[in-house]
């Protein structure tokens, strides 16, 4: 087993079952991504396409409390945009395994707490393995901003009406990991810190057979989702610069909202 991290990111390869874990490792900040984890993410995506020693990938979060929770505040605060309602530098689009080109197949071992951001990475996974406390919500229209790339990658796996609600009830709703499964959202549900163990089987099972079949297994199902998945992407920018309040509007609405939620 070979471990490397940096950044805030970690990676655990057995070269023994050809499987690779990548793990989100700030748990004190419930795993949100820094503008150093999204560049190291794209590189460690990149870097598995010339690594054929590994043939199936785990994505999970660190501490147990969050699988991730999108991107660090400080950091998005710190992102410069263009002036055009038709463009926006978002950072998190290519976090994920799919939009580097990576067509080994990814399974996503959630924990806790995953929201807004978090469907980035989940969404470009092949089937999400959860633990029974883990929790899927959406906050953007809470704090108004608009959900779009978000619901885009989310919507090819769960129906229509269960991403509209998640995404429109904000922070006032939570998923639980029951009904992730009962909607397809999640296609295994295992005891409390158990997800990663099983997601680790699954990947050994998957990196046992030829590799040039599983990845064009992965290829031919992404297919199907392509013709409705990128164009519903080409107008995602205009409709987040031209619905977001403006930062400061935003932070206040942050500062102010809190209390319970309902957990569904």
């Not at 794209?42 to 396409?49: D, K, L, V």
Request: aromatic share 8%; charged share 25%; net charge negative.
């Amino acid at each position: 087993m070979s471990t490397h991290g940096a950044g805030g990111i970690r990676v655990e390869r057995d070269k023994e079952t050809g499987v690779a874990v990548v793990i989100l490792d700030r748990p004190e900040k419930h795993n949100s991504v820094t503008l150093e984890m999204a560049r190291e993410l794209t590189a460690i995506w990149r870097g598995f396409r010339y690594e054929d020693e590994v043939r199936a990938i785990v994505v999970t979060g660190a501490g147990g409390r969050a699988f991730c929770t999108g991107i660090d505040r400080e950091d998005a605060g710190r992102i410069p945009q263009p002036s055009s309602p038709y463009t926006i530098d978002d950072p998190l689009l290519t976090i994920g395994p799919k939009a580097n080109d990576l067509w080994k197949p990814v399974i996503a071992a959630v924990e806790g707490m995953a929201c807004g951001g978090a469907f980035y990475l989940l969404g470009e996974a092949e089937f999400l393995i959860a633990g029974e406390n883990a929790t899927f919500f959406d906050p953007h229209t809470t704090y108004g901003m608009v959900s779009a790339f978000e619901t885009i990658h989310m919507a090819q796996r769960m129906p229509y009406g269960e991403i509209a609600r998640m995404a429109l009830m904000g922070t006032a709703e939570r998923i639980s990991a029951r009904r992730a499964y009962e909607t397809g959202l999640v296609s295994e549900v295992t005891e409390p810190g158990r997800a990663l163990d099983a997601a680790r089987e699954a990947a050994a099972v998957i990196a046992s057979y030829p590799t040039e079949a599983v990845q064009g297994t992965v290829r031919a199902l992404w297919s199907t989702k392509d013709a409705s998945r990128t164009p519903a992407l080409a107008h995602a920018p205009h409709l987040v610069t031209l619905g977001n309040l403006p930062a400061d509007r935003q932070g206040e609405l942050f500062t102010r909202r809190s209390g319970a939620y309902r957990l569904r």
